[in-house]
């Protein structure tokens, strides 16, 4: 295929033979490494450093009033959300399967499931949803967070912890949005095998958010300080 | 020729494959959970490890089959695991930096 005619059906091949958006995705998923890690690096130098509570592992007793300020981080609560999220992965790669397969013949004797499986639309709206409902449950940890006395202000812990997870539910609430676009244009004109990458584009930024998650509910909360 | 060769790294694992993937991510995050309420390992020098081999673990997987770069080009894993590499060990360094974590030799005056 020429040059041109790929420019013609939209692809956009450089001298390595691959498609600059998938390169431009990658760069972009690298660097957001690096943003990342910097975030996580203040949390962890930060860890144990505040000087009045709540703490995210222990009590705190505020000398000047008596008040006992419980551990403030809630284990079942998270556990839940990022198995929502984990979840959401699972849907986002079956959406991708789904629009890469469109048009194939189902083989002989499919079933409900099978059917299921080739519906971009369906898996489309059970990542949107499970990427709002992790959204829901940080709203929930941040609003019960305030409610107990820790504000982005208070001490070192929720300066740092605020910065990190609302940057990571802000990417998140990016991806909802971006796969939202996508819902809107398989309901216009539906998504074709010709539309995979901008599919796959939207699946590698989403997956990147989830990995961010393991990382982040590993070192925020399942180790103590 | 260079097309057809972006075209032959364009294999995705199958359902199969996904729903074991799902489920070991499942069962690692379940394990990670579970260990966090036994205060014995909290306690014990493995746990803290422990937790990051899991969770690397996890992170690897993830890549590998649902980012699909164990079956990319090589040059996406590059431009990934180059600058994760870099964010990994700047993260290691403003540790040291900042006295989080410390190499203790043994034996010394």
Known sequence: MSASADAAHGHHYTTTGLDNRKIAIWAFIGSECMLFASLISTYLIYKGKSIVGPFPHTPWTDPSSGKVFPAILNIPVTSASTFVLLMSSLAMVLALSAV??????????????????????????????????????????????????????????????????????????????????????????????????????AALYWHFVDVVWIAIFTLLYLIPG | MSQ?????????????????????????????VWVYYIPELVASKAFVPGLLIMSAVKFAIVVMYYMHLKYDHKLFRSLFVGPLLVAILTLLGLLFLFSKIAIRLSGGG
């Open chain 1, 100 to 201: 890469e397969n469109r048009g194939k013949p189902l083989p002989p004797g499919a079933g409900a499931w099978d059917k299921a499986l080739t519906s971009s639309k369906l898996w489309l709206w059970m990542t949107c949803l499970l990427g709002a409902g992790f959204l829901a449950f940080q709203a929930y940890e941040f609003t019960s967070f305030v409610h107990e006395g820790l504000t982005i202000r208070r001490n070192l812990f929720g300066s740092s912890f605020f910065t990190l997870t609302g940057f990571h539910g802000a990417h998140v609430t990016a991806g909802v949005i971006w796969l939202g676009s996508l819902l809107a244009i398989d309901y216009k004109r539906g998504l074709q095998p010709s539309d995979a990458l901008a599919v796959d584009l």
């Open chain 2, 4 to 32: 057809d060769n972006a075209h032959a790294e364009h294999y995705h694992p199958t359902w199969k494959e996904y729903k074991w993937v799902a489920l070991i991510l499942f069962l690692i995050t379940v394990v990670e």
